[in-house]
């Protein structure tokens, strides 16, 4: 069956440090998503991709990086870790992008826990 | 500013009872709103998705109404399981460029 992982699932780290979470999807969608999720406050958007080499910024894109090398994958990239990057991380997926409407169902992958000592 | 906000934040019902969940939102403009649910340590999953044309769409125990008019949505469950038991997102999308608001969520325990 077709499905989205994240690893790892849990990380601990200390500031300052870079950290890489892997997401990997195997529907082949052209569409991927990384949102952090944070008490009080609904999913926010990282970064997304259309595409292989295509990447764009999201509302919360300060401190993070992504790259998509191929459909598969989008890493998650935090170049130095700041205790205010302690979250969850959602990989999400979907199949095709439409400028003028977002119908596409997104599939989320089950989540990393990060915590940024 | 482009917004969802949901009500309440949370709620206890008790195994078998009913309830209605809702979303207000100021996204436009307006292309669709879809209902996650979210079990606790899992991801996001859809139940519904509502258009602006839609006013109602049924996914089993869970139905959800839309107003674009008032722009409101609800989500109504009916005979709770202990199974219901999870965060339920309301979720909303605009035309023209990727613009999805998620709103906080409304945290469901459902008690035996």
């Known amino acids: 069956d077709a499905e989205i992982t994240q690893s790892p699932r849990h990380k601990i780290t200390e500031t300052g440090r870079q950290v890489t979470l892997a997401c990997h999807q195997t529907w082949n969608h052209n569409n991927m998503f990384w949102y952090r999720q944070d008490l009080g406050h609904g999913l926010r958007l990282i970064h997304y991709s259309y595409g292989v080499q295509d990447t764009n910024k999201g509302e919360v894109s300060d401190g993070y990086s992504v790259s998509r090398s191929n459909t598969e994958d989008l890493p998650l990239t935090l170049e130095s870790a700041a205790s205010s990057q302690t979250s969850v991380y959602f990989c999400?997926?979907?199949?095709?992008?439409?400028?003028?409407?977002?119908?596409?169902?997104?599939?989320f992958g089950p989540g990393t826990r990060l915590t940024v000592l | 500013k482009n917004q969802v906000e949901q009500s309440p934040q949370s709620l206890i019902i008790l195994e078998g009872k009913n309830c209605t969940l809702q979303c207000n939102y100021t996204v436009s403009p307006f292309s669709n709103l879809r209902w996650y649910k979210q079990d606790t340590g899992r991801g996001p999953v859809s139940l519904t998705i509502m258009t602006f044309s839609e006013n109602t769409k049924s996914n089993g125990r869970y139905t959800a109404t839309l107003d674009a008019d008032t722009k409101q949505s609800s989500l109504h469950i009916t005979a709770s399981q202990l199974s219901d038991s999870a965060s339920y997102i309301c979720?909303?999308?605009?035309?023209?460029?990727?613009?999805?608001?998620f709103g906080a969520g409304t945290r469901l325990f459902v008690k035996a």
């Open positions: 979720v909303v999308s605009g035309t023209g460029g990727f613009k999805t608001i």
């Open positions: 999400a997926s979907s199949e095709r992008r439409d400028q003028l409407r977002s119908y596409n169902e997104q599939f």
